[in-house]
């Protein structure tokens, strides 16, 4: 079980056993007292425990309420095998993305092997499903795709807040195909009524049909055009680390962004050679997303792809 659901549930029932608790004292319940009092320390107890761990592979839980859900009984089988095809579509090209720096404007999704969740449970109080990545290995440290689970949950959430501002700093991030996989999960849960609770290791948060509703407007009416163009400029600064350049080009434009993954890689191996890429003139192959967020003034981001070649 979710952490977060199992730690949740245990505090539930400590409130409840505490409330019996005081009233089994007030009757001058003895025996009543002392059951509750044991129940109370165990129940203290696995809360410590479970509060003091923490889960370093990727679980989700997503749990549906609205039209497409009778009570905790069930969920139509249509909409619930379009959400979850939706939502992994969307965690796969985040997680490639992510991995890569860019993906390509068609074609087979890089790394789709490795962000593969699995249903592990049926959650039940309203109804959904909790996903979890499953690995034969202990890992030391958060993997990848936890980290990238928790970047769509964040994700999902700014794109539906109230605040615009959350939106177009989301929008940033993206390019066309994560918009359309984003877009694709609101279109579904819109369609059919449905209301949306997510719950990982950190976030908890509830999309109700206005906010669904707000989401797929927002995602439907924003535009993402790409371009791959071939700049020529100094390289002004790299950040290997976060994955950032700057450049000045030839028409005195300051050119900046994120680097992809296969470019930091070159830019590591020129370093590597003994050469110094930085101050030099290069042709640099860029992709350029101009993101038209709706009612907003569109903006630029640059991804620089690869160093083609020294100038000079």
Do not use: C
Not at 16 to 21: C, Q, S
Not at 107 to 131: K, N, Q, W, Y
Not at 157 to 185: C, I, Y
Not at 287 to 311: C, K
């Amino acid at each position: 079980m979710l952490r977060k659901i199992k730690l949740d549930g245990l505090e539930a029932e400590l409130s409840t056993v505490n409330a019996l608790l005081a009233k089994a004292a007030e009757a001058g319940d003895f025996v009543g007292k002392l059951q509750f009092s044991k129940r109370k320390q165990v129940l203290e107890t696995d809360i410590e425990a479970i509060s003091h761990t923490s889960e370093k592979l990727a679980s989700v839980a997503l749990l549906f309420g609205g039209v497409p859900v009778l009570g905790s009984r069930g969920i139509s089988a249509d909409f619930a095998g379009n959400a979850l095809e939706n939502f992994q579509d969307l965690v796969a090209k985040t997680f490639a993305k992510s991995e890569w720096g860019s993906l390509a404007e068609r074609g087979p999704i890089p790394l789709r092997d490795s962000s593969h969740l699995m249903i592990t449970e049926v959650a039940r109080g309203s109804f959904g499903f909790v996903l979890n990545e499953l690995s034969e290995q202990t890992e030391i440290a958060d993997t990848a795709l936890k980290l990238q689970v928790e970047e769509v949950a964040t994700l999902l959430q700014r794109t539906a807040s109230p605040n615009e501002l959350d939106f177009e700093e989301a929008a940033e991030s993206l390019d066309s195909r994560v918009l359309t996989a984003l877009k694709n999960f609101f279109v579904t849960l819109d369609s059919n009524g449905a209301t949306l609770r997510v719950v990982e290791d950190v976030a908890d948060f509830t999309l109700d049909e206005a906010a669904i509703h707000r989401g797929r407007r927002r995602t439907e009416a924003t535009q993402i055009q790409e371009n791959d163009l071939t700049i020529t400029g100094t390289l002004t600064g790299v950040l290997p680390d976060h994955r950032k350049f700057e450049a000045k080009a030839e028409d005195n434009r300051t050119v900046y962004g994120t680097v992809s993954k296969e470019g930091i890689k070159q830019f590591d191996g020129l370093v590597a050679k003994g050469q110094t890429p930085i101050g030099k003139r290069w042709n640099l192959k860029i992709r350029r997303r101009v993101i038209a967020p709706w009612n907003r003034p569109s903006r630029e981001i640059n991804t620089l792809l690869e160093f083609v070649g020294q100038v000079d």
